[in-house]
């Protein structure tokens, strides 16, 4: 099976602005986890979707927001960027299930200006 | 609430020595628990994980992990460390009826390997 692919890779954005990050699953996973990675913070749960529905939510503000597809297929959108937003934003699949492990993307590797 | 503790940010080995990475958890309810691996400019990979069957895990890569409840632990360990294990790895926690899709992850412990 392909594994978990993410684009971008890479993107730089400017304070303010807004990005959208794209997320495929493993075929037939139907969870999408986002984490955000930080030398400072480590890693960070974002939030969770199964079934195109928000199952789990950390704590970020709401200019954090995702959405899922009818295919699995997750969309992670930041708005008003702000420096600190300047991360690893990595996504991970899983078949939803409670012994289900995560499997990770390579990660979309943000710059905020 | 759940909580991860890894000791230790950095460990250094010899190439053939004991790898040992201690991770130490705290769950009000009893947890499911992984080890990833994180290699420069790549996502986690998953080494292991304990999900309430055996108490001694086996993994890829020659890496395993034992559960122990009485200390709250799931330490990491492999044998025979290899340059190719020089990474970062990461222990994680996760609330089973929340299921594994919300994970807490430790601050990570870098491995380094010495020829």
């Known amino acids: 099976k392909a594994g978990v692919t993410q684009t971008p890779r890479y993107l730089i954005k400017t304070r303010g602005q807004q990005v959208t990050l794209s997320c495929s699953p493993i075929s037939g996973h139907r969870s999408v986890s986002w984490y955000q990675q930080t030398p400072g913070q480590g890693l960070q749960f974002l939030f969770e979707?199964?079934?195109?529905?928000?199952?789990n939510k950390g704590n970020f503000p709401g200019r954090f927001s995702g959405r899922q597809f009818s295919n699995s297929r997750s969309e992670m959108n930041v708005s008003t960027l702000e420096l600190g937003d300047s991360a690893l934003y990595l996504c991970a699949s899983s078949p939803g299930t409670a012994a289900g492990a995560q499997y990770f993307g390579p990660g979309t590797r943000l710059l905020v200006l | 609430a759940q909580s991860v503790t890894q000791l230790g940010s950095h460990v250094s080995v010899s190439e053939g020595a004991l790898v040992l990475l201690r991770c130490n958890y705290s769950s009000s309810v009893p947890p499911y628990l992984f080890w990833y691996v994180q290699y420069p400019n790549q996502g986690l990979q998953l080494l292991l994980k304990?999900?309430?069957?055996?108490?001694l895990v086996k993994g890829i890569n020659g890496f395993e992990a034992e559960f122990k409840k009485s200390e709250t632990s799931f330490h990491l360990t492999k044998p025979s460390a290899h340059m190719s294990d020089a990474a970062e790895y990461f222990c994680?926690?996760?609330?089973?009826?929340?299921?594994?899709?919300?994970?807490?992850f430790g601050d990570g412990t870098t491995l380094t390997v010495k020829p």
């Open positions: 994680a926690v996760s609330d089973p009826a929340t299921n594994a899709g919300k994970s807490t």
């Open positions: 304990y999900t309430s069957a055996a108490t």
């Open positions: 979707y199964f079934s195109e529905t928000q199952r």
